[in-house]
């Protein structure tokens, strides 16, 4: 072994002392940096491409993160719209309110933040994970290989109908959760026998906007393009086998989960 | 066969009609149309919001659309989303309801009393508003009616002393005799008035039969002259000497009785003086209101949950105004008190 | 004409490749041999471009590799079809649309023509049955059958066998190397066959590419093989020959 000259053993010392500090940022840098390039030239659609092929697959993508998604949201949210009355009631009762306030507060929850973020968290796990092990899978057993070696774009011919799927069906399952919740809200009031549903109803549309259901379309948008798009991103770069894959699908739904935090906080900071 | 395209395009299709119908519903609008719309003008929307309820005679038959202020913000357009198959009968009367400060501000529509009400309102027909005040301008709007009140307690008072003023004037020379005597009764008996305060009322009630006394002995005298003057001369003189005697022994109360006018002449006077120290509290009064109304962190609460402060002010307003029409309708109460004392001499 | 030129590449300072020269002359069939983790799948993945070498280049048809862009560069993979050792066929599809897959993707043919075509492809390797069977239900020897299937549906100029013949039956084997034979022969194809199995070997090169650590110590014919001298070729050779018994003297 060399032994390093001694006047440059400092700066060598102070680098090496460095490394591990730098490895966290500089890692999670890099990890961007790969998935802002992933979705570049995924995106990047090739030209001789055969929209015919893609419709196919995008319809079936759509079948599989929207039609397919939508009884676990429907549970879900179902069960939040219900929480939602029980502690509205439980909170706002109070002989200075107007029992419809309870009505208000589900649609304001439920239409702004409980209709997307649950669902969310709950395509996360579905959506998110299953495009990750998908995507991992197909790598690890080189059928994206497969699919390059032909002469395919296979971050076209993957990412793109996912992705697309997600944007599209994430606003579908918003309508659906909300719906849901909202109905399943007033249906908890009435049996709640505190109020009926006429006057859930009532304070629902006491302070209803129309720009909430805008804005809640929108943000569900962005969550279908964030969890999708972070689970092509970590299915696509999986490697190592099963466990590739298996880390693959947790890091999908992990990183999806917080990134919609903070997509949740940005569109409240920009939009509302 | 359900195939990925059919499945997409329904799912699509569907929560394209369900945000449709589900904006419609949460905005208030009827979800098939046939709804219309009216045009309420009001001077003050009360806080009144889009989506709040319109009722008619208590029944919810709509919800408001738009509320938005007119040209030199002088009035307020609210635009009233009425359900299809409701009529409103032309004349209604329109206003807001409720409290803005909890929340729940509705327009109330109210038919026109009377059987005949004409044809109904049909959409785009604009209604002007009766200005309702909410409780807390109800209540300022109280302690102005007091101030009236107040006001009207004071015309009152000067209209009675104006009556008392033309009374003793006309009465001219008697009255001025009446009280010549009377000051002279007065100083003779003061001493005797102030020790005997306690038989006051007493005499004062036997004075008006004492008086009558006088009258029917003076009557009697008067025939008794007429036949037998010389016979019941001596009588007559006895007699004009027990009358004098009886004045003179009720001169006490007649005394009282020009003590009682004095005293009540000098407690309407300090009625005048409180009215004037209530009307100045009654302008502070709505003043405070006014700041409280206005004040963000104002403790309208508190005033709500003291209207002692209103009962009072009105109580003391009804006491004095009864005192000074007491004054006005009788102002010769107690003159004719001194009418008897007249009639003596 | 497929050409290497001293291309280099290592993996995390593990040099794998090491300025490795190679032709691969039109319409013969070319195997690459060597031991396991000798590299031989490292480079046919350069031959198509799925790993870019650390220096050196790839020349397909006069093409440098390195100097297209990608799409220039997904119209030369399309002169290649590719069996992957695994088989690599699409989980989601039925062993037909894997098939039918490269046909629909690049090919203007009709559906009508699509399914002949996947039906005669189907045939040549053996499975005319298994067309509506997902891959999960196929044996791992039938999974590389169709990819096989797959790779010369759309009759490409080059296809690269990695490992063709491993994990199959003999008789299997026999059949697959019968085939990429014929498609050598009838079509003009070019084949370039990466294997550690001598009898395939021995059956079907026309050429012969040795790889030892990394480099290519030894090309040439079948003939070649018997007059070679090299010490590692000759113990790859023979630990084969072993197996196999007698080596065959008709190539």
């Known amino acids: 072994m060399e032994v390093p000259p001694s006047d440059a053993s400092l700066a060598a010392r102070v680098r090496a002392g460095c490394a591990p500090l730098w490895r966290i940022p500089g890692g999670l840098l890099q990890g961007f940096g790969a998935y802002c390039l992933l979705m570049a030239e995924a995106f990047n659609l090739p030209r001789d491409l055969r929209p015919s092929l893609y419709a196919r697959n995008l319809a079936t993508q759509m079948v599989q993160v929207g039609i397919d998604s939508i009884p676990i949201v429907s549970l879900a949210t179902a069960f939040s719209g219900g929480v939602v009355v029980v502690q509205a009631i439980y909170q706002l009762e109070n002989p200075l309110l107007p029992l419809s306030i309870v009505g208000t507060f589900a649609e304001q929850s439920i239409l702004l933040e409980l209709g997307t973020l649950v669902t969310a968290f709950v395509l996360c796990g579905r959506v998110g994970a299953r495009i990750a092990a998908e995507l991992g899978t197909m790598r690890v057993k080189e059928q994206i290989d497969a699919l390059e070696a032909m002469g395919l774009n296979s971050r076209s011919f993957l990412v793109v109908p996912r992705v697309l799927a997600g944007v599209l069906m994430f606003p579908v399952l918003y309508v659906v959760a909300a719906t849901v919740g909202m109905v399943m809200g007033g249906v908890v009031a009435e049996l709640s026998g505190v109020l009926t549903i006429q006057t859930y109803w009532e304070g629902a549309r006491l302070f209803f906007r129309p720009y909430d259901v805008f804005f809640g379309l929108v943000k569900s948008l962005v969550f279908g393009f964030v969890i999708t798009s972070i689970a092509c991103y970590t299915g696509y770069n999986a490697e190592g086998g099963a466990e590739g894959v298996g880390k693959a699908t947790t890091r999908a739904a992990v990183l999806g989960c917080v990134w919609v935090l903070f997509a949740d906080y940005a569109c409240a900071a920009l939009l509302l | 066969m359900l195939t990925n395209e059919i499945k997409v395009g329904l799912a699509v299709l569907l929560s394209a009609v369900v945000i449709f119908f589900g904006v419609r519903f949460l905005s208030g609008q009827s979800l098939f149309g046939g709804g219309y719309e009216v045009v309420a003008v009001f001077e003050d929307a009360q806080g009144l919001t889009s989506g709040a309820i319109v009722r008619l005679n208590g029944v919810r038959v709509g919800d408001v659309q738009e509320v938005r202020l007119g040209p030199n913000a002088r009035e307020v357009f609210v635009t009233l989303g009425i359900d299809g198959g409701v009529d409103i009968p032309r004349g209604s009367t329109i206003q807001t309801s409720g409290i803005s400060a909890l929340g729940e501000v509705a327009v109330e529509i109210t038919p026109p009393s009377g059987a005949d009400a004409g044809r109904p309102l049909v959409a785009g027909d604009t209604l002007r508003a009766v200005s309702t005040p909410d409780i807390f301008d109800l209540i300022a709007g109280e302690s102005n009616s007091l101030t009236a009140r107040a006001d009207t307690a004071l015309i009152g008072a000067v209209n009675t002393f104006t009556t008392l003023d033309e009374i003793l004037q006309n009465s001219g020379g008697d009255i001025e005799a009446v009280l010549a005597q009377l000051r002279f009764l007065t100083q003779a008996t003061v001493t005797l008035v102030t020790e005997e305060q306690g038989r006051i009322d007493r005499t004062l009630a036997s004075l008006e039969d004492a008086a009558a006394n006088a009258s029917a002995v003076s009557d009697r005298v008067g025939r008794n002259v007429e036949d037998l003057s010389v016979v019941v001369g001596n009588d007559v003189v006895a007699t004009s000497g027990t009358v004098r005697a009886l004045a003179e022994t009720n001169a006490d109360s007649v005394t009282a009785a020009v003590n009682n006018l004095s005293s009540a002449l000098r407690r309407a006077d300090e009625q005048l003086v409180e009215l004037r120290a209530l009307t100045q509290n009654l302008a502070s009064l709505s003043a405070d209101l006014d700041s409280t109304l206005n004040s963000p962190d104002g403790t309208l609460g508190l005033l709500l949950n003291d209207p002692s402060l209103y009962y009072n002010a009105n109580a003391a307003a009804a006491a004095l105004q009864q005192i000074l029409q007491d004054l006005q309708a009788e102002p010769g109460r107690y003159l004719r008190e001194l009418d008897g004392v007249v009639r003596v001499f | ?251």
Not at chain 3, 200 to 214: C, K, Y
Not at chain 3, 219 to 248: C, M, Q, W
């Open chain 3, 1 to 251: 004409m497929i050409q290497i030129r001293d291309l280099s590449k290592s993996f995390g300072g593990n040099a794998v490749l090491r300025n490795v020269d190679l032709d691969v002359p039109e319409g013969e069939v070319t195997c690459v041999i060597g031991r396991s983790g000798s590299g031989k799948s490292v480079l046919m993945r350069h031959i198509v471009g799925l790993l870019e070498p650390d220096s050196g280049r790839v020349i397909v048809d006069g093409a440098p590799l390195d100097e297209l862009t990608y799409s220039e560069l997904r119209q030369v993979r399309r002169k290649f079809g590719v069996l992957f050792q695994g088989g690599a066929l699409f989980d989601s599809m039925s062993a037909r649309d894997n098939v039918e897959f490269p046909l629909r993707t690049f090919t203007d043919l009709t559906p009508n023509e699509i399914r002949q075509r996947a039906d005669e492809c189907l045939e040549l390797v053996e499975l005319p049955d298994a067309g509506p069977k997902k891959p999960a239900e196929l044996s791992g020897g039938q999974q590389k059958r169709v990819a096989l299937a797959r790779a010369i549906a759309i009759e490409p100029k080059y296809i690269l066998y990695d490992e063709p013949t491993s994990g199959l039956d003999p008789e299997t084997s026999n059949t697959i190397d019968e085939l990429i034979h014929r498609l050598g022969t009838t079509m003009g194809t070019t084949s370039v066959v990466v294997t550690h199995d001598m009898h395939s070997v021995l059956s079907i090169a026309d050429r012969i590419a040795f790889v030892h650590e990394g480099t290519i110590p030894w090309t040439g014919t079948v003939d070649d093989l018997h007059r070679a001298e090299s010490e590692t070729l000759l113990a790859f050779v023979r630990a084969n020959e072993y197996k196999i018994g007698v080596p065959s003297e008709t190539a």
